[in-house]
């Protein structure tokens, strides 16, 4: 295990180290990396600030930071530019000495923080239907989420809060019984999308139906024995369909990982009991409501947040009261993560206060709601079949897998079709994966077959054939020194070299911000500037410790491409 500190936090040290020397003792160093080439290869900004707080002119104060940044073996140039800014230009040995540290370590000199226990609440598809495109962003970004968090040593509990309790299951309980009274049961719920809309058909054309459907809800809540059997077979039909999505996708959610909305059933009457206990739950209209100052309604009262219904029933809210209390106290997490549509912000919001009031979850523990935008065609509105349904996601996957197989075997007609199949379902699955997670989550985006299975550009097959380019050049190089010291020369290896040992920081900035993107961004550009390194240091052409210096760098350049990807859940081929 490595504690050695990323590249960020070093310099930041050392600055803030400076600033105590001359009397600031809370000014920030504010380290970014440098706007332009020029700049260095990091700043520092937090002199204009600090020279404010103690009103002094910014330059001197400047002057006086540099005087005390003993930064001796690490830049090789710092200058103070503009109004007082730092640019801190890296020396090559440094780079070279902290690369081939983490050349030698799997986790590619990432430092791991002090481990915390998360919970990530995602997929959590509703059981009653097909798993369906909207269901895909919380899939593939809680899933990056939880990869990238245990990378960097956090202990992940992944949580699939499905939607299997409810009204819903009266009707389609008891239309399974109608089904399997006629056609066969497994044939019918082969396709979910089309027995809930026959199942609901019942419901509106026949009254005898839907007393039924209702009565089932009660024996179903009743915990009737034979009631149960059929949700539960429902259950496993549906989860079969899941499955099969995670397994195409790559996600790694198991049974294990299932606590859905049904597990909470017996805890809604005492979170509601305690809820009036405490004052926060009153009756309003024969409903159990809190009303909670901090949201307020166009008039500029309270608005209700509904935990029982009139006739007694329970709802989404007073469930997720229940997960977070189980979350804290049973799970002990210290930061929940909700990998869910942003149009359910204000429900999330309102969770979280009113769990802080309740105090199901203390200051201690940290509880964010994930949001992520929708989905769009290219005709800018919600992502819907030619014929205006929702797109289910077995189905899109397997277009893009198709896809790809066109680009691939057009690519490489020489290949085994066998091989090409397996390339297909790497990157067309890879290229829906990466143009989601690319762009920034609270977004919506536009999906594009042409603009995601495109081999330049932003995007999985781009980054995936850099890895297998870089695969290559080790390939044909054959056996060489993996201990030979690096050398940094040429302006485009330091740059490169630069960039790798930004990794680290990059998958901080992706856990705090919970934003892969971030990590996409770095990959991109790790990238882009290898292949400027490849084009200017020739690499098989040139020889001994220099040869030796250069297939270290593509060593790393090709480890970092791989576990980074991997990281989003895509995966890398040898040969593409
Ligand atoms: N099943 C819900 C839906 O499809 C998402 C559940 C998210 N998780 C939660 N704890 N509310 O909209």
């Given at each position: 295990m490595t504690q050695e500190q990323t590249l960020h936090q070093f310099l930041d040290t050392r600055v803030t180290a400076a600033f105590a020397a001359i009397g600031c003792t809370d000014a920030p160093a504010l380290i970014t990396p440098a706007a332009r080439p020029e700049f260095g290869d990091?700043?520092?900004?937090?002199v204009m600030g600090a020279a404010k707080a103690r009103k002094q002119n910014p330059r001197e104060l400047a002057q006086q930071l540099v005087t005390k940044l003993d930064l001796s073996g690490i830049a090789s140039k710092v200058e103070i530019a503009g109004p007082g800014f730092i640019n801190i230009t890296l020396d090559p040995a440094f780079l070279a000495r902290r690369a081939a540290a983490a050349l030698v370590q799997e986790s590619l000199g990432v430092p791991y923080p002090s481990a915390q226990r998360v919970v990530i609440d995602y997929s959590s598809p509703n059981l009653a239907k097909e798993m369906h495109v909207g269901h895909l962003r919380s899939t593939i970004i809680g899933d990056a989420l939880v990869r990238v968090l245990r990378f960097l040593g956090h202990e992940v509990i992944a949580q699939?809060?499905?939607?299997?309790?409810?009204?819903?299951f009266g009707m389609l309980t008891a239309f399974l019984v109608e089904v399997e009274k006629g056609v066969d049961a497994d044939m019918a719920l082969g396709d979910l999308e089309d027995f809930y809309r026959r199942a609901k058909q019942r419901m509106d054309d026949d009254p005898a139906f839907a007393n039924t459907a209702r009565e089932y809800v009660v024996k179903l809540q009743g915990g009737d024995a034979q009631v149960n059997a059929l949700w539960r077979r429902f259950l496993e039909v549906s989860m079969h369909h899941c499955e099969a999505v995670y397994k195409t996708l790559g996600v790694g959610l198991t049974r294990a990982d299932l606590r859905g909305e049904s597990a909470y059933n017996a805890a809604l009457p005492g979170i509601v009991a305690d809820l009036q206990a405490k004052g926060l739950a009153v009756t309003s209209e024969g409903a159990q409501v809190v009303f909670l100052d901090e949201f307020k309604n166009k008039d500029g009262e309270a608005q209700a947040y509904i935990v029982r219904k009139q006739d007694g029933g329970y709802l989404y809210a007073t469930t997720d009261l229940a997960a977070v209390r189980y979350r804290v106290d049973?799970?002990?997490?210290k930061r929940v993560l909700y990998v869910v549509d942003q149009r359910q912000g204000l429900h999330f919001q309102q969770l979280f206060t009113l769990s802080r009031k309740a105090g199901y979850?203390?200051?201690?523990v940290a509880l964010e709601h994930v949001g992520f935008g929708v989905m769009l065609g290219e005709d800018n509105k919600p992502f819907k079949t030619r014929s205006g349904g929702t797109v289910k996601l077995a189905e899109l996957l397997e277009e893009a897998v198709e896809r790809a197989f066109v680009l691939v075997s057009e690519k490489n007609?020489?290949?085994a079709e066998e091989t090409r199949w397996e390339i297909a379902r790497a990157v067309g699955v890879g290229a829906v994966k990466y143009a989601d997670l690319s762009k920034n989550r609270t977004s919506d985006y536009v999906f594009s077959w042409a603009s995601m299975l495109?081999?330049?550009?932003?995007?999985a097959p781009y980054l995936q054939y850099a890895y297998t380019r870089a695969a290559k050049v080790l390939r044909d190089a054959g056996e060489f020194d993996a201990n030979a010291s690096l050398q940094l020369h040429e302006r485009a290896e330091q740059v490169l070299a630069l960039q790798l040992l930004r990794f680290a920081d990059t998958l901080n900035l992706v856990a705090r911000d919970t934003a892969p993107h971030h990590l996409c961004a770095y990959l991109f550009e790790l990238a882009v500037v290898f292949s400027r390194f490849y084009e200017n240091c020739p690499v098989l052409k040139s020889e001994g410790a220099l040869r030796a210096s250069r297939l270290q760098l593509c060593s790393l350049t090709a480890r970092t491409l791989k576990t980074g990807l991997g990281l989003l859940g895509i995966s890398t081929l040898e040969v593409m």
């Open positions: 990091y700043q520092a900004n937090g699939n809060h499905i939607g299997d309790w409810g009204t819903q049973t799970l002990k997490a979850a203390d200051d201690s007609p020489e290949l495109a081999f330049d550009g932003n995007t």
